[in-house]
């Protein structure tokens, strides 16, 4: 009797639970959708943001030489430092605290208050810096008749700090396109400026600058008028300290995290030469492609989007599957990336610069472990805790410091890249275990393994090819690298659901076609 009593619980308890694993499938196929779609849009964005480096990148390398390149991204580099320390971290501050608010009005406060109180306090604090460009261009140029570069870098750089805040508001609002339209148009103004002051008319460095400071300004206008005209212009003075305080912590965390990406050329600088500085500078920029054009437009959805979903139904398992196939995203792209850098740069760079290719490898993966952070890092951003991202980084600061000591000097630009990548192991680790102390999040550690198993494999297959032909190399490192999904499939990595999805969307869009 007992049996047979206990048969319709059991009955119903499956049901419960395949109903509950299919809205979880549901949810997380949606997300994914959703993600993709966005996600898309973004990533055509962020490729035609950087379809100026790669059109002006045979340019740079023919018109500058690699100690002029090396000078132009000491000025970059600086200028990231300062807008880490200054920045305060209110991009993400807009994005946390846009949906605290359910009222419109509220939320276009928000946006309000960040762009009038936050802007006005970059371009103050920008033109305060500009009294001292003589010092700091002797210090990071090693020639203070270099100022007027530092002053140009300087006046980009306090009208630009306020551009992320109109692209925060963009993106809160899933309006994909419109930051499509205006990267687009950021993008042809720069390239037509550059080819004017570095090719027509040859300015060197100083029309590079140019070039960014008029198109900062040009949008800061634009947008602004845009913007303002929906949100209006009401600043909230005890919100923007509530902003401030709440990127205040990632001061010390800014810093920290400058250190690990860059200081690295200012080591090279010192302990090789300033033109190798422009060789490490032009392999790290090829290494970084993969954070472009994968993790830079998925974060565009999915970091405001993760605070929509955070408590609501099925969340816990949601997270861990997009985690994994962005994952899997990355490494496909990383993997392209790592085959081909040595073909690419003999494509576009003059032969000073080919040294480059050997540090690609390694700059990809190490930025492909960078991104994880922000997938391990929701405790903390949800519990507000970013005290924790400030211990994160300083730590992480200092033992890039401590690595670069030991590894350049000995190893020149190979042991700066192999620092870089200790340091986001070390970063994305103790991310995740301070994160998961807060709210726990249990990824799919084994598929993620699996992923990095298959990738690394196919790698070092692919670079043993050496045809004698830069063309034949390139078609069959292609050809290799694009194994990579069927050798997922070969080990078994996509589920039984996920198999199912696939082939309905086969079958799908092959009706479609017929």
């Not at 993400?92 to 406060?109: G, H, I, L, P, Q």
């Not at 979903?309 to 990383?334: A, D, Q, W």
Request: charge should be positive; include cysteine.
């Amino acid at each position: 009797m007992g049996q047979i009593g206990d048969e319709p619980g059991k009955r119903l308890s499956d049901t419960v639970r395949r109903t509950s694993n299919n809205y979880m499938a549901q949810s997380v196929a949606s997300e994914a959708k959703l993600i993709a779609r966005h996600s898309a849009v973004y990533g055509l964005a962020s490729v035609l943001d950087r379809v100026v480096s790669f059109i002006m990148l045979p340019v740079y390398t023919r018109l500058l030489t690699p100690a002029d390149y090396g000078v132009l991204e000491l000025l970059y580099l600086t200028n990231s430092v300062i807008s880490l320390v200054i920045g305060m971290g209110l991009e993400s501050a807009v994005s946390r605290f846009y949906f605290d608010f359910e009222k419109e009005e509220d939320r276009n406060r928000v946006v309000g208050t960040a762009v009038v109180g936050y802007g006005g306090m970059m371009i103050a604090i920008s033109l305060f810096l500009m009294l001292f460009a003589a010092p700091m261009a002797g210090l990071v140029l090693e020639s203070s008749d270099q100022a007027n570069l530092l002053i140009v870098s300087l006046a980009s750089l306090g009208i630009g700090m306020v551009l992320p805040v109109y692209f925060a508001y963009m993106r809160v609002r899933q309006r994909s396109f419109e930051y499509m339209i205006t990267k687009v148009g950021m993008t042809v103004l720069t390239l037509g400026l550059n080819i004017l002051f570095v090719v027509v008319y040859p300015y060197g460095v100083m029309g590079v600058l140019m070039a960014t400071l008029l198109t900062n300004v040009v949008f800061l206008i634009l947008l602004s008028i845009t913007t303002l005209r929906k949100t209006g212009i009401s600043v909230k003075w005890p919100l923007l300290l509530d902003m401030l305080k709440f990127g205040w912590p990632l001061i010390p965390s800014n810093i920290g995290a400058y250190i690990v990406q860059a200081s690295d050329r200012y080591f090279v600088k010192e302990y090789v030469s300033v033109a190798m500085t422009g060789i490490y500078s032009l392999g790290y920029k090829i290494g970084t492609l993969v954070n472009q054009f994968v993790t830079s437009p998925f974060l565009q959805v999915w970091a405001p989007r993760r605070y929509e979903l955070f408590n609501t139904e099925g969340y816990e398992k949601i997270y861990p599957r997009i985690f994994t196939y962005f994952c899997t995203l990355s490494l496909f792209v990383g993997l392209m990336i790592s085959l081909l850098a040595k073909e690419i740069i003999k494509v576009v760079a003059a032969e000073s610069f080919w040294e480059a290719y050997k540090v690609v490898p390694v700059v990809v993966l190490a930025y492909i472990i960078f991104s994880f952070h922000h997938h391990f890092n929701i405790g903390i951003l949800m519990k507000k805790a970013t005290k924790y991202v400030a211990y994160v980084n300083v730590l992480n600061g200092i033992l890039n410091v401590i690595l670069n000591f030991l590894l350049i000097k000995p190893f020149g630009i190979f042991g700066a890249a192999v620092a870089t990548l200790i340091c986001f192991i070390f970063k994305a680790a103790l991310t995740f275990y301070f994160s998961n102390r807060l709210y726990p999040i249990h990824m799919e550690w084994r598929r993620v393994g699996l992923l990095f198993t298959v990738a690394i494999i196919i790698f070092f297959a692919g670079i043993q090819v050496d045809t004698g032909s830069i063309w034949l190399d390139i078609a069959a490192k292609t050809g290799i690298g694009c194994l990579f999904p069927a050798a997922l499939f070969a080990v078994k990595f996509f589920t039984d659901e996920e198999m199912k999805r696939l082939k309905q969307i086969i079958k799908t869009r092959s009706l479609k076609f017929d």
